[in-house]
């Protein structure tokens, strides 16, 4: 039996979703059942139990052949101190981990989580790395993923008024778009019939790279539209952005630390890129599925 933390989350739903669909018997947690009713239906147990409380998440985790251990949600926008909150369930998830005895772990981490500073929220992911890889006795399988093709959604509404993406990225710079539901297959199929010992890191670096001017272009084909285009936006007014929008300060410096990383390529893949580190799902048929459905309704 596995068990999938941040069930009702996308990369914990897809895990889930991938295990059932192979016939594995799966415990989903999440912090409301209610919200887990579809991963039920397809036949899987689901538990309560919130993130942030570890003898209730031990007792999610007793039993399990394997866990696919996530904090979530991506990120809380007018949250005053992130890291703490990383902090708080990475030692939540990691003190779970060591109470209920399991010995396998397949953990949710980011491309720049070797470093400790200089990148965002991944240093949160770092130090999640950090402590639940020090529990003895356990075996855990880091998935650093790249940049999630699902951070395009929150250009919908804008790219369909201006026609034109907006993000603090280099237009040319090559980037590992990764889609998140591939994320979760992988984890389930490492969960599965994954052969790693010790502490293992694996980047899943997407179909291909892709820079932001190509996938505005990508878009701009999707939709019909000739004059799409992608623009680089400056630190001051990414920031003035954010916060206009109602983005903590914390939160917002977290963000610009995220461009400055990868443009300087302090955050930058390092594992070659080989069928075990890519994924299937490319950026066109990412922009078509999920992208141009949202940018339409908006
Ligand atoms: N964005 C990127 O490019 C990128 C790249 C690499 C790694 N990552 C990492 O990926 C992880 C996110 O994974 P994901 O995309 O699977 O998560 P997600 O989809 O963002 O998770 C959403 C779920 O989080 C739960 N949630 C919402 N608010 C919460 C709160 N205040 N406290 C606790 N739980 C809350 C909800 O589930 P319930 O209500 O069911 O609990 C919700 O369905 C993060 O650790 C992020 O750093 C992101």
Not at 272 to 284: D, F, G, M, Q
Request: charged share 20%; aromatic share 8%.
């Amino acid at each position: 039996m596995f068990v999938i933390t941040g069930a009702g989350g996308r990369t914990g739903r897809a895990a889930a979703t991938h295990l059932l669909a192979g016939g594995y018997r799966v415990r989903a947690v999440g912090r409301s059942t209610r919200r887990l009713a579809d991963l039920a239906a397809r036949g899987a147990e689901v538990w309560e139990a919130d993130p942030s409380d570890p003898a209730a998440l031990a007792e999610a985790l007793r039993g399990a052949d394997g866990v696919y251990a996530v904090i979530q949600p991506n990120y809380l926008p007018d949250h005053p101190d992130f890291g703490g909150f990383q902090d708080q369930v990475a030692a939540s998830l990691t003190q779970a981990v060591t109470e209920s005895g399991v010995t396998r772990v397949v953990g949710l981490s980011s491309w720049g989580a070797g470093h400790a500073e200089g990148t965002g929220p991944v240093k949160g992911l770092h130090r999640f790395e950090q402590r639940l890889s020090s529990v003895p006795g356990v075996d855990t399988l880091w998935l650093r993923a790249g940049y999630f093709m699902e951070n395009l959604l929150d250009h919908a509404g804008t790219a369909r008024t201006h026609h034109r993406i907006s993000a603090p990225f280099e237009p040319g710079l090559p980037l590992p778009f990764v889609c998140t539901r591939d994320i979760g297959a992988r984890a389930g199929e490492e969960l599965a019939t994954g052969a790693w010992h010790g502490t293992e890191i694996l980047e899943l670096q997407g179909e291909r790279d892709v820079s932001m001017r190509e996938a505005a272009g990508v878009i701009g084909t999707a939709v019909g539209a000739d004059d799409f285009t992608y623009e680089q936006t400056s630190r001051a007014d990414f920031h003035a952005a954010l916060r206009g929008k109602g983005v903590s300060a914390n939160v917002a410096d977290m963000m610009v630390e995220v461009g400055e990383a990868v443009n300087s390529r302090h955050t930058r893949m390092e594992q070659p890129r080989t069928a075990r580190t890519s994924t299937p799902t490319s950026i066109e048929r990412f922009i078509e599925v999920e992208f141009t459905p949202r940018y339409r309704a908006a």
